[in-house]
């Protein structure tokens, strides 16, 4: 190469950065999608459990915690 052309040295830098900031805007709006997704799922989880307690409630069952696992054969003492 005897010279390099400025213009398409630029001309690529500017296709890069574009490409760039492409990428960038697309996983942006994929983490926000996710983290909305998330938000709702909490939400939906968290009305699950009250209406869960509610037909305890109305079924006259108490919350129950869970017994104490027991060892496995061949395990602890």
């Known amino acids: 190469m005897s010279e390099t052309d400025p213009k398409s040295v630029q001309d690529l830098t500017n296709v890069v950065q574009t490409l760039l900031q492409q990428m ?3 996983f942006q709006t ?3 999608q996710i983290i909305g997704r998330i938000d709702e799922m ?3 989880i968290d009305d699950l459990e009250k209406n869960i307690a509610d037909l ?3 079924a006259g069952v108490e919350e129950i915690e869970a017994p104490p ?3 496995k ?3 602890g003492s």
Do not use: L
């Open 56 to 58: 305890m409630t109305q």
């Open 30 to 32: 994929m983490s926000d």
């Open 42 to 44: 909490s939400t939906r």
């Open 69 to 71: 696992e027991k060892p």
């Open 73 to 75: 054969e061949g395990q």
């Open 24 to 26: 960038q805007d697309k």
